[in-house]
């Protein structure tokens, strides 16, 4: 039984009685958005209830009959007398029982409410994002929906999309990502973290992001956790279809570029010929065919998706089977003014073009084999292609680059849910996991320029690289229950895990010169007109031994514990988590250093939650864990590049970072889809990682290091409200850092070192959101105006003193509206970075730059200025 409650008060007025209502559910005290209040003497005179649950009915007589519907509940009819100042429906809710088989109500957090909801109930600090707000937003990618959450930035991809998300200030290193609370392999050669703009935002049930760890997660999320909570099974026959079309409003001002992209040769000349030890090369050996660029006007944007759940066999057996297809234009405007260490001749001006294809699939099976016994199956894929012509030039030379990438995630989980005893007294929960990463990035093409002719040597660069990333996990947790009187209950679980991942990397890589020699350049408009007729002759050996040639694994086992115990007011959750790593490596082609390597560590990692119920509605939270961040695949390698200015290397000896993390955070829930929260943390970090310089004989090498101690605090508020037909959302989060590295400083003639302190990388010390949002339920309107800034941030540190390059502060604004139809069809329009806002880099303005003659932005040497268009959106969605 669900009660639901309105609350009406009747005012007098000259032609009728207005009657000002509230429809709220008595049982969870949440406003009830959508509920249809008519006079059942006269249907016409009706209202509907609001953002907040409140709803205005004028009607003629004092004495009516007020009837309640909502869908899901079955109406209920209430006489409403002459004096009678407040009115209580009782409503049944619809949901059916057959063969004894029950389905269990549960928050998916798709909705609003459902979400503030998962807030309030979580231990650990957490902040969750509806399927609803996602729809309604502009965002189409997982990258681009995250950064609307409290706290979060996101890394940008080359055509200006969010790629890596960034929590309170954490680079991308510092956190990890789940599917459905199952960590996922990347597709990056050398990292861990996963891209986020592989996934369709239209795909999730709700998106998680935990800002706190407790002793049954995963201990390597100094900055947190991304948990993307796939669609679920639903209770009922469930369908939606979604088509929509779009355009980016940049190439209505100049041409897309395109390449053959299908004529590449997936495999390079090295692994075609099987790998031999004499791998010569010669002209043969390479295709011309795929060099071919072509510009014309580019078709719009194409975006398709599917979803259909439904439970069978007397509802014992849940499915939900969904897919997505986005085909989407993009590209980027970018001029490079200034950059340290690089001669230009000119502004260089880069054009990009670039064409993605995502697509998504994912199978959802819930099967109760018997009351308290449940089995779930989860497989997913996640497909994104891309082609990008970049087309660079200043006033001396000219590059074009032709690069082609796919990346994909597969992933499967079997879980079982068993209790034991009745109440939830025993549950045994297990998972089984096979999951895996791939990238590849054939023929990636490069062809060099000078003037009108092209390069005498080296003219041309062309790279293969492929790497995989295979997990195979098992977890188990068995959790006792005791309630221990009416107030009291006291939780014990014990957990367990072991992943082995299994990772490759490939990289070949061949130089070009000009087949015609110095005497006689080939100059464009007399010997060619496009990139496929260019002479080009590869030098005999190509880059085959590469560092990037390598593979690795890492076993990592872990056990814990962890108690809870709820008494009144007060939740209180403890646990210790034990973590060993095992991570090693094997260099394919070693140089001159130990081709095999290896890194074991156990860690201890406690966690501490309080909770307090200060009303039914407010929480404040405490809590404490310790986390770690191990070092990349690639950083422990002993690599060595030879670059420009200086050389890299790898660390074998690197360290894993260990942080201490500190929240304190009061919630405040007073309504449906409403919520106030401000927050604390402090995050004190051991043998962080970072890149810096460090002299080892008469060489300096930039590479990773652990340096010192570092510091990460801040500050957190959400606010959310809604008036009715109106409602507004808004966070804000200040963040605050330091680490110190040391830096190169020329002194006269003489290279010296000298220590600097900065802010992490990446970090932004203000980020705010701000959306409004209408809702005309009566009419079927609804629309968002959303504002999101990100202040300014980090972007490349420097190995030279005073030398960073900094993110200028970025604002956008996009746009949605809706319009609902009740047979179940809906328009929408969305639109997306309508200020078009510039992104600039610099470096900050101080002696060393005194005599730098470039573009100035407030007495800072612009590094870059990029522009990537605004984007429109139209289509329609169906719902059963």
Request: with cysteine; charged share 25%.
């Amino acid at each position: 039984m669900l009660w639901i409650v309105a609350t009406t008060v009747i005012a007098e007025t000259a032609a009728a009685t207005l009657i000002k209502g509230r429809v709220k559910d008595s049982v969870s005290g949440e406003d009830i958005t959508g509920a249809v209040v008519k006079v059942k003497e006269n249907p016409q005179l009706g209202a509907v209830s609001g953002l907040d649950g409140t709803f205005r009915l004028d009607v003629e007589n004092e004495e009516c009959t007020l009837v309640c519907t909502c869908m899901g509940f079955k109406p209920v009819e209430h006489l409403l007398h002459k004096d009678e100042r407040e009115v209580v429906f009782v409503m049944e809710d619809m949901s059916v029982t057959l063969n004894t088989v029950a389905v269990e109500a549960h928050n998916s957090g798709r909705s609003e409410a459902g979400a503030r909801k998962l807030e309030m109930e979580s231990m650990c600090v957490l902040n969750v994002m509806s399927a609803r707000a996602m729809e309604l937003s502009s965002d189409v990618t997982v990258a681009n929906a995250v950064r609307r959450m409290s706290g979060v930035t996101v890394e940008r991809n080359s055509s200006g999309e969010g790629q890596y998300a960034i929590l309170r200030g954490m680079d991308k290193r510092y956190n990890y990502t789940l599917v459905n609370g199952v960590k996922i392999p990347s597709p990056d050669n050398k990292n861990r973290f996963v891209p986020l703009d592989m996934f369709p935002s239209e795909m999730l049930d709700r998106l998680e992001v935990s800002k706190s760890l407790t002793a049954d997660m995963e201990g390597d999320g100094i900055g947190g956790a991304v948990n993307l909570v796939m669609k679920d099974a639903p209770t009922s026959r469930q369908f939606t279809a979604t088509l929509s079309t779009g355009y980016n409003a940049m190439y209505l001002g100049r041409d897309f570029q395109s390449f053959r992209h299908g004529s590449i040769a997936r495999q390079s000349p090295f692994e075609a010929m099987g790998r031999p030890d004499d791998y010569a090369v010669t002209a043969d050996d390479f295709t011309r065919d795929n060099l071919h660029v072509s510009a014309h006007t580019p078709m719009p944007d194409v975006n398709a998706g599917l979803s259909y759940g439904d439970r069978f066999f007397g509802n014992r057996l849940g499915v939900m089977l969904a897919g997505t297809l986005l085909h989407t234009i993009r590209g980027k405007e970018s001029k490079l003014y200034y950059q340290p260490g690089t001669a230009h001749d000119g502004t260089e001006i880069r054009d990009y073009s670039t064409e993605q294809a995502r697509m998504g699939a994912h199978l959802k099976l819930d099967y109760r084999l018997k009351p308290g016994h449940k089995l779930e199956w989860y497989s997913g894929y996640m497909d994104m292609r891309e082609n990008e012509v970049r087309d660079s030039h200043d006033d001396a030379t000219w590059t074009m680059r032709m690069r082609h990438s796919r990346q994909y995630i597969v992933t499967s989980t079997l879980k079982g849910l068993h209790d034991l005893l009745p109440d939830d007294g025993l549950r045994l929960e297990w998972q089984a996991v096979a999951s895996k990463a791939y990238c590849t990035v054939p023929d990636n093409a490069q062809i060099y320029m000078r003037g009108t002719h092209v390069m005498t040597s080296g003219a041309a660069l062309r790279r293969w690289q492929h790497n995989s990333d295979r997990d195979l996990a098992a977890y188990v947790s068995l959790a006792r229950l005791w309630h221990c009187g009416e107030e009291t209950d006291v939780k014990a679980q014990l957990g367990a895990m072991y992943r082995d991942k299994q990772r490759s990397s490939f990289f070949n890589e061949f130089t070009f010169d000009s087949s015609t020699g110095a005497s006689d350049p080939q100059d464009y408009g007399e010997d060619w007109t496009n990139f496929d007729q260019i002479g080009l002759t590869p030098r005999t050996y190509g880059n085959i031994g590469d560092p990037l040639n390598y593979d690795a694994a890492e076993r990592i086992g872990a056990a814990y514990a962890m108690g809870k115990m709820t008494r009144g007011a007060w939740d209180l959750t403890a646990g210790i988590r034990m973590e060993h790593t095992r991570q090693s490596y094997v260099l394919v082609y070693p140089r001159d250093v130990d081709p095999e390597g290896c890194q074991t560590y156990p860690d201890f990692l406690p966690s501490v939650q309080l909770r307090y119920k200060l009303h039914p509605q407010g929480n404040l939270h405490l809590t404490y864990n310790r986390s770690v961040n191990r070092p990349s695949f690639f950083e422990i390698v002993p690599y060595s590049i030879i670059n420009e200015d200086y050389k890299e290397k790898g660390n074998p000896a690197l360290e894993h970072t260990v942080a201490d993390n500190l929240d304190l955070r009061y919630e405040w829930f007073p309504g449906n889809s409403e919520q106030l929260m401000v927050g604390l943390f402090y995050k004190h970090l051991k043998d962080p990682i970072e890149y810096g310089l460090l002299n080892e004989g008469q060489d300096t090498y930039y590479k990773p290091m652990n340096f010192g101690n570092a510091t990460n605090m801040g500050v957190e508020v959400d606010f959310s409200k809604n008036i009715h037909w109106l409602g507004i959302k808004a966070n804000y989060t200040y963040t605050h850092s330091r680490i110190t590295t040391d830096k190169r400083l020329m002194n006269g003639a003489e290279v010296t070192m000298r220590s600097q302190t900065r802010p992490l990388f990446g970090q932004a010390a203000h980020v705010a959101n701000l959306a409004l949002l209408a809702k005309d339920v009566r009419h079927g309107w609804e629309g968002q105006v959303a504002f999101n800034y990100t202040g300014k941030r980090l972007s490349d540190i420097s190995n030279w003193y005073d030398d960073d390059i900094w993110e200028k502060g970025f604002v956008q604004l996009d746009a949605s509206l809706e319009k609902h139809y009740q047979c179940g069809v809906e328009l929408f329009a969305k639109a997306s970075n309508l200020l078009n806002t510039p992104l600039v880099r610099y470096i900050q303005k101080g002696p060393h730059t005194a005599n730098v003659e470039s573009l100035r932005d407030n007495g800072c040497v612009v590094e870059r200025r990029e522009r990537h268009g605004q984007t429109l959106t139209v289509g329609v969605r169906y719902k059963l």
